[in-house]
């Protein structure tokens, strides 16, 4: 009997710091999809795994980015990065036609802005979450190969054509985001999210317990 009180103590006060904390996880979660509001992603996908089409997405991205980045880099907001990327969607198709005409192969092209959902990523130094973000994609053939992507807006795919590599993105452009979002990006870990569900998982499997224990008393 003692040893279920302290349980039953155990349990109560776990339901406290749920309710504690899940104010906190919903206003994490909002501040989560505001900010992914302000991003879109670039995605380049090959027609397979094979080497000929992982080298040919690599030549598309290339030709893309260097035809692109003057008109891209105006967008000061991410309504104008949008419109502008709209404007250009035939204009990338055909860019990636071309490339695929001079190296002698023959594949269709679809080039799309979007809602997509990704999984945890790392670029850089910075970190986005798992969900749902605006997309500009460029599919190759069937688009069943390896990806290669970068963040278009904040326009950090030309920060890094122009460094190198994907390393310190944060330092090198803020454009479209305020310091609270980048500091976000570059810290985020979803540690509070699981926590929850792992309180609330216990709790129920702990209310189970208990009701199946009272049933077999009565």
């Known amino acids: 009997m003692r040893c279920k009180k302290l349980l039953l103590v155990l349990v109560l006060l776990i339901i ?14 909002r501040y989560i999809d505001t900010y992914k509001d302000n991003i879109i992603r670039f ?25 692109t980045s003057t008109r891209f880099m105006k967008g000061k907001s991410i309504e104008d990065a949008r419109r502008i990327m709209k404007s250009n969607l035939d204009d990338m ?10 190296e002698g192969m023959d594949l269709p092209v679809q080039v799309s802005l979007g809602p997509r959902n990704f999984p945890t990523r790392r670029y850089g130094d910075i970190t986005l979450p798992s969900g749902e973000y605006e997309t500009l994609q460029i599919d190759i053939g ?3 190969g390896k990806n290669w992507w970068c963040i278009m807006f904040p326009p ?7 460094h190198g590599n994907g390393e310190n993105l944060i330092g090198n452009s803020k454009e479209g985001m305020d310091e609270n979002d980048m500091e976000f990006l570059s810290s985020h870990k979803e540690p509070t999210i699981v926590l929850k569900s792992k309180i609330m998982e216990f709790i129920e ?10 049933t077999g008393t009565i």
Do not use: W
């Open 16 to 29: 406290s710091i749920a309710y504690i904390i899940q104010p906190h996880i919903i206003d994490r979660n």
């Open 43 to 67: 995605h380049v996908r090959a027609n397979s795994d094979r080497e000929e089409d992982q080298i040919l997405k690599l030549k598309i991205r290339d030709r893309v980015l260097d035809e």
């Open 93 to 102: 198709e055909s860019i990636a036609q071309e490339v695929i005409a001079q």
């Open 142 to 144: 069937e688009g069943k």
């Open 156 to 162: 950090l795919c030309f920060v890094e054509m122009g």
């Open 205 to 214: 499997r702990t209310r189970i317990y208990f009701a199946e224990d009272i």
